[in-house]
């Protein structure tokens, strides 16, 4: 198991960018894949994006492909995800999650494919 922090939350102007972060804790020595999702009051959570643990994959969510971008610093256990071009509709409370796998290439998109979670970061833009 891990501990996830997001941070980098926060509120910004619509066509601005912000970068969120999650670190991770505790049993660092396992490969992990890793994802962000965003969840709004009254519906499911949504996929963001997700990394395999060897960084060979990389999935994004139709609405955020081409201006989302995660990356990941596994010497100092963080993944970053790089937000472009905001609009309001991307806001919601962005959550990094984790799951421990063997598999190089896994960047799973679904949140039951996890068993790690953050307590979320929130994201507001302004029009």
């Given at each position: 198991q891990v501990q996830l922090v997001e941070s980098g939350g926060?509120?910004?102007?619509?066509?601005?960018s912000l970068r969120l972060s999650c670190a991770v804790s505790g049993r660092t020595s396992g490969k992990y894949a890793m994802g962000w999702f965003r969840q709004v009051a009254m519906k499911e959570r949504e996929f963001v994006g997700a990394?395999?643990?060897?960084?060979?994959?990389?999935?994004?969510g139709d609405s955020v492909r081409g201006r989302f971008a995660i990356s990941r610093d596994n010497g100092k256990n963080t993944m970053y995800l790089q937000m472009n071009?905001?609009?309001?509709?991307?806001?919601?409370?962005?959550?990094?999650?984790?799951?421990?796998?063997?598999?190089?290439?896994?960047?799973?998109?679904?949140?039951?494919?996890?068993?790690?979670?953050?307590?979320?970061?929130?994201?507001?833009?302004?029009?």
């Amino acid at each position: 198991q891990v501990q996830l922090v997001e941070s980098g939350g926060g509120l910004v102007q619509a066509g601005d960018s912000l970068r969120l972060s999650c670190a991770v804790s505790g049993r660092t020595s396992g490969k992990y894949a890793m994802g962000w999702f965003r969840q709004v009051a009254m519906k499911e959570r949504e996929f963001v994006g997700a990394s395999a643990w060897s960084g060979i994959s990389t999935e994004y969510g139709d609405s955020v492909r081409g201006r989302f971008a995660i990356s990941r610093d596994n010497g100092k256990n963080t993944m970053y995800l790089q937000m472009n071009s905001l609009t309001p509709e991307d806001s919601a409370i962005y959550y990094c999650a984790a799951r421990e796998t063997f598999g190089s290439k896994w960047a799973p998109n679904l949140p039951t494919d996890y068993d790690n979670w953050g307590q979320g970061t929130q994201v507001t833009v302004s029009s």
